[in-house]
Nanobody, 128 residues
């Protein structure tokens, strides 16, 4: 299992970025994927994830309406479209994967960092 995140950069407040996570070694039918971020001096937090095999999505409250997670099965890629970026969004962003659990869990469970595989991070800086 491998994941590689890319697409970070520096933008002004109100700007947009699209992060990509290219993965290999598994399919989205078998593994859940989520996006996480970690700012300096802060704990890693879940930002967006798929909470079901069917593609149900779930978001951190502070990014709802601004961020969108999507997937392209043919390209083995998951995206994070980030709009209306704020300085508080500055962080290193990671994608992560884990096998779908056998039990059913609510969406917020998949924002917890209980993932087995992590890609390298990509830096997002929002600054004027």
């Amino acid at each position: 299992v491998q994941l590689q995140a890319s697409g970070g950069g520096e933008v002004q407040p109100g700007g947009s970025l699209r992060l990509s996570c290219v993965f290999s070694g598994f399919s989205l039918d078998d593994y859940a994927i989520g996006w996480f971020r970690q700012a300096p001096g802060k704990e890693r937090e879940g930002v967006a994830c798929f909470s079901s095999r069917g593609g149900t999505t779930y978001y951190l409250d502070s990014v709802k309406g601004r961020f969108t997670i999507s997937r392209d099965n043919a390209k083995n890629t998951v995206y994070l479209q980030m709009n209306s970026l704020e300085p508080e969004d500055t962080a290193v962003y990671y994608c992560a994967a884990r096998p779908w659990p056998s039990d059913l869990y609510s969406g917020n469970y998949y924002l917890l960092p209980y993932y087995d595989y992590w890609g390298q991070g990509t830096q997002v800086t929002v600054s004027s």
